[in-house]
Each structure stands twice: as structure tokens, then as C-alpha cells.
């Protein structure tokens, strides 16, 4: 998905306007500057990072920071995103990267938005008007001589096309054809384009391993000279949604499963029938169903069985869209988006919410994304109701959705991954089956709070919840007692709350056993929200009466210092662990900026 990167007011107002033409397109401005819904503080660090992703970049700035930017990671300019360039005014649109891996055609997209003309600088694109080497979605460029072609289009050497028409390339159909469009090897000498036409239909029995389904397809597509490139789609029963070799062989292929119900395949009129397959599914064929329920089209390889495994292959009069075709396994991602601040989360959380066909989530979580989500349906729970939620969210994506379930800070600390996961193993719905599941990352509490203090995690440190909803308090006294014995740092999570009022006094009692009376201790309260406050006080000071279930409070080791800076008091642990070296003495109550 594209990211739009502007550096004024002015740019990101030129940004929104084009990306909501864009589907999937992001606007990020630079903070204090722009009222972009993703901010950023550095821009040419920032510029790296979406680069490194992979992400296609219209940079609203000048081309020189662009290039400044980017230039140290130039590498590969076959794997390498677009790279644009575009007049904050909107007046040019320069591809800089990828012109004929996508830069190019975005251009064009962005200039006829604007009413200009792009600024298109590669020679294929100026002499025949074709860039053979920037085929559009659904084509493939094959095996021949492609540098020779490139270089004879560009002479405006006379270069013709021979083949099936779909609708691409927009070259001659005279003789000498030096281009061939279609799903088999090219002739010797000819440049092979690959329409992505074909539907792969596979029967397998259940727990087939993926490596011998995955070489009986290689086989046979190999032994009528069919490339595996003009592959669109792996079509089965939807009774292998789950089936993990179904998966594996799509993944090989790079393209989507899809699956049929029994029903919708038993309407195909097949050559090669079997009562077997009748009884046990429900339809009298699988793999040669499918194909021609995909496509609408014609077989061109009837049934192959191998041990265990059946296929065929059939063509479709147009290029395959996947997303028309069955129903897709469904996708669960579980995102952590951080203390819900645009700045602390990340371009990997914010383009999967954006990809959602449905979020599910505690509503104040919902309300911290809205910005991505502005008409996603939403999937509302209360704040006690961790299995309701993932439940909800396992459901969704049962059905073939794409579903984010939102937690705050990181994903699988003290959130909601792990207990998808005990679902997944320990319930295993039947609706759930074939979904696929992802976690991704956030930025935890713990890791925000220290970026305040300053560095109290440079040393060994231990993450503990004091909350005895789940964990009997024995168990968690005994982690605390451990915890302090070892001199590790201490950030608590879930410290206080109306009804557990005495844990934290009680896990405080045991590290003043351990530690110096001057050891630091922070409170950090609404963590990148507005009204956050950090306090640093002492051991001794400390009162957990201050702390409520919206705080997390950060014990330092023996080691931990404190010092003062012209902007507040930064605490940090040594690298090296000194048990002899003092600990400063800090004023009680201190607050940090």
C-alpha cells in the first residue's frame, strides 16, 4: 500500500486528497507540521524505514531529500518499492525508483488525478509507449531474450506479438512475433509473458505432507511444459480449508487459496467423475470441479492422481481475480498498538487495521486507531471480557474475514495473542478452521515508560502483573520474592485497581527488604495519551495509594541511578553490574517533563 510522506500542512492536505483516490493509501506528515493521521519526528529516518518495508513512497517534497534518504540503500532494483516524487503544489510527479516496477504507472495514476502530465523518464516508456518490464497486475514476464526486446522496442525496432489476447501487450500481431503471451514455455528465441489464467485444482487426503504435494504439482505442470507463473489461483473443497498442504502448495505458487462448498462443485459437469469421491465429500469431484468453477473456462489438464493428491487444470477467457472466485481462509491479526499514540505505532499495525474487514476490541482501544478505522465495523467489548473478544475475533475470521483484534501496548505481553493461541489449541471450533493467524508487535508500557525515564531497562529487568484475577497470589508473591532476590528491575503491570488495593503495598514491602531506601521508583500514569505523568521518587517515598490500574510503576535495582538534566530527573541501570556502587539520592516526588 502506498505511503504518502509530506513535510508541511500544505503537502499533507495534497497527500489526503490524492491517497483517498488510492485504495489502502497512507498519509504520513511530519509531527508539530502536519494534522497527518501518522506522525513522525525524523524525516529522513522515516523515509528509510517505509523504503525498508517495502512500501511504495510519493515523497510531497523536494526530490534531493528523497534522494539523500534513500540513496545508502539502493541495492536491488528488482526488489527495491517506487520511490515518487511530487511538487507539494501538485504542478510535477517524478519517478525516482521502480519506473517499471510500478513507480511509472503510479505516476500516471497521480498525474491524471492532477491534470498534469508525469514526468516519465525511462527510455521504453518515451520510444514504443510498451514497458515490457513493468507487465501489469496478473502478467508475468517468462523465460527469452528480454534484454534483447527491451533494447529493440526502445530502437523502435519492429517487435510483434503471437498468442492468446488478453488485452496486453499493445504491440503488433504482424510478424516477426519476438513476444509470446501464454501459460506454456515460449518457443526458443521468443520472450514468454504469462497472463495469470489458470486455476490449479487439488484433492488431497487429509495430512498429505506439503513437500509431496508441492513436487506432485511441479511434476505434472512441468510435464506439459505449463508455467507455474501463469498460475492465478489454488481452488479446492472448502472441507480443506485447514488442510495445511493446500496452503503450502499456494504459497509455493504466490498466489491465494480459494474453496467451494460441495454443492457449487457437484454442479460442474466433469470428464472424470468418481462415486468415491461422491461419498465421501459430497460431490463427485474435486479437483477438476474446482478448476472449471474457478475459471468458467476449459480444462486443459484433466485429473492427475498421485499418492494421496489429484489435480487439474483449467483456463480462463480473462485474467483471474481470486478475490471473486470461492471464499478465502479467513485471517485473525492480533495488533498491539502501543499507549495508542499516532507516533509510537507502527507501519505494520497501522496498514493491517487499515486492511480490516472487521476490528474487535475494548472500545477505549478502538477509539485510540479511529483515524484507520473511520468505517470499519467495529466489534465492541467490555473491558473484563478478554475471551468474549477473541472469541468474537475468531468467528470473524471463521467466516473468511480479515479481522484485527486491537490490544494496547504489545500484542503478547500481558494481552490478548496468548489466549488466541490457548483457544487454538485447547478449543479448536470447527468454524475456525483453515484460519490463519498473526501477531503483530506494538510498543509495550514497560518500553514507553523507560523511553520517559531514560534508560532503567539497560540492565536485566523482570515484567510482573500483579493482578490475582487469573494468577493466585501466592504464585505472584513468589515471582516478586524472585525478582527481588535477583536485583533485577521491576515494572509492574495491572498494580492497583478499586477492589485490589493491598497487592502493590505488599510487593513494595518485599523489594524494601532487598534494596536501598534510595532506590528509584517511577509511576508512569496514561502513558502517550494526553494527561501522562511520570513521577520519580524513592523506595522509601513511594506511596501506592498514588497508583491506580492506569499506571505502571517501575522499580529500579540496587544498580539504578538517578540524575538531573535541565528538562527533569532520568533514571538508568548501569550496563555493567556494580553491587557496590551507591545510589543516588533523589528528592521525593519528582516529576519528569
Known amino acids: 500500500m502506498t505511503v504518502f510522506v509530506a513535510l508541511t500542512a500544505a503537502g499533507a492536505a495534497l497527500a489526503t486528497r490524492l491517497a483517498a483516490a488510492l485504495p489502502g493509501a497512507e498519509v ?6 502536519t494534522n497527518a493521521p501518522i506522525a513522525f519526528t525524523e524525516t529522513l529516518a522515516h523515509l528509510q524505514g ?3 518495508a517495502g512500501r511504495p513512497i510519493v515523497a510531497v517534497c523536494a526530490a534531493g531529500i528523497v534522494i539523500r534518504a534513500l540513496a545508502p540503500l539502493l541495492t536491488d532494483k528488482q526488489r527495491e518499492p517506487a520511490v515518487l516524487a511530487l511538487a507539494e503544489d501538485g504542478s510535477a510527479v517524478v519517478p525516482l525508483i521502480g519506473g517499471h516496477h510500478g513507480a511509472n504507472r503510479l505516476a500516471r495514476q497521480i498525474a491524471d488525478l492532477l491534470g498534469i502530465a508525469p514526468a516519465i523518464t525511462t527510455a521504453s516508456d518515451l520510444g514504443s509507449g510498451t514497458a515490457l518490464d513493468d507487465p501489469p497486475p496478473g502478467w508475468t514476464i517468462g523465460a527469452g531474450p528480454r534484454t534483447a526486446v527491451l533494447a529493440d522496442l526502445v530502437a523502435g525496432q519492429p517487435v510483434g506479438v503471437s498468442g492468446p489476447d488478453y488485452g496486453w501487450p499493445d504491440l503488433p500481431r504482424d510478424p516477426p512475433a519476438r513476444v509470446t503471451v501464454g501459460w506454456t514455455t515460449p518457443p526458443a528465441g521468443e520472450l514468454g509473458l504469462h497472463p495469470r489464467v489458470l486455476a490449479l485444482g487439488v484433492g488431497t487426503e487429509r495430512g498429505l505432507p506439503p513437500a509431496e504435494l508441492i513436487a506432485f504439482v511441479d511434476r505434472e505442470l512441468a510435464a506439459v511444459a505449463i508455467v507455474p507463473a501463469a498460475v492465478g489461483v489454488v481452488v479446492s473443497i472448502d472441507l480443506k480449508r485447514d488442510e495445511p498442504a493446500v496452503h503450502a502448495l499456494a504459497a509455493h505458487l504466490r498466489v491465494p487459496a480459494r474453496f467451494l462448498p460441495a454443492d457449487r462443485l457437484a454442479r460442474e459437469a466433469v470428464p472424470n467423475p468418481s462415486p468415491r469421491v461422491l461419498a465421501e465429500t459430497g460431490t463427485p469431484s474435486v479437483a477438476e470441479a474446482a478448476a472449471l468453477a474457478a475459471t468458467g473456462g476449459r480444462l486443459i489438464v484433466e485429473k492427475r492422481k498421485d499418492r494421496g493428491a489429484t489435480l487439474a487444470v483449467a483456463v480462463a477467457d480473462h485474467i483471474l481475480d481470486p478475490s471473486t472466485i470461492g471464499s ?20 505494520e499495525v497501522s496498514a493491517a487495521l487499515q486492511a480490516a474487514d472487521a476490528v474487535v476490541g475494548y ?7 479511529a483515524d484507520l478505522i473511520p468505517s470499519t465495523p467495529r466489534f465492541e467489548t467490555g473491558l473484563g471480557a478478554e475471551t468474549e473478544r477473541a472469541r468474537a475475533a475468531l468467528d470473524l475470521a471463521g467466516a473468511g474475514k480479515r ?7 504489545d500484542a503478547g505481553i500481558y494481552a490478548l495473542a496468548t489466549l488466541v ?28 515508560a523507560a523511553a520517559r525515564l531514560g534508560a532503567p531497562l539497560g540492565h536485566d529487568f ?12 501466592p504464585a505472584i508473591e513468589q515471582r516478586v520474592r524472585a525478582a527481588a532476590a535477583g536485583d533485577f528491575v521491576v515494572a509492574f503491570y495491572n498494580p492497583r485497581s478499586e477492589r485490589r488495593d493491598w497487592q502493590l503495598a505488599r510487593a513494595i514491602a518485599i523489594l524494601r527488604d532487598h534494596r536501598p531506601p534510595t532506590t528509584p521508583i517511577a509511576t508512569c500514569r496514561d502513558l502517550g495519551r494526553p494527561g501522562e505523568r511520570v513521577v520519580v521518587t524513592t523506595l522509601a517515598a513511594f506511596d501506592p495509594a498514588t497508583v491506580d490500574m492506569l499506571t505502571l510503576v517501575m522499580v529500579g535495582s540496587s544498580a539504578s541511578r538517578v540524575f538531573a538534566t535541565p528538562t527533569g530527573l532520568r533514571v538508568y541501570t548501569p550496563r555493567g553490574y556494580d553491587p557496590a556502587r551507591a545510589v543516588e539520592v533523589v528528592s521525593p516526588g519528582s516529576e519528569t517533563p
Not at 493461541?421 to 478452521?433: K, N
Open 50 to 52: 517505509v523504503f525498508q
Open 403 to 409: 479481522v484485527c483484534l486491537v490490544c494496547s501496548g
Open 28 to 33: 504520513h506528515g511530519l509531527q508539530h507540521r
Open 328 to 347: 478465502a481462509p479467513g485471517q485473525l491479526t492480533v495488533v498491539g498498538i502501543g499507549p495508542g499514540d499516532a507516533a509510537t505505532r507502527t507501519a
Open 363 to 369: 472500545g477505549l482501544y478502538l477509539d485510540l486507531v
Open 462 to 473: 523482570a515484567a510482573i502483573s500483579l493482578s490475582d484475577l487469573l494468577t493466585p497470589w
Open 421 to 448: 493461541m490457548e483457544l487454538l489449541d485447547q478449543v479448536a471450533d470447527p468454524a475456525w478452521r483453515g484460519v490463519t493467524v498473526a501477531v503483530l508487535p506494538g510498543v509495550s508500557a514497560m518500553q514507553v
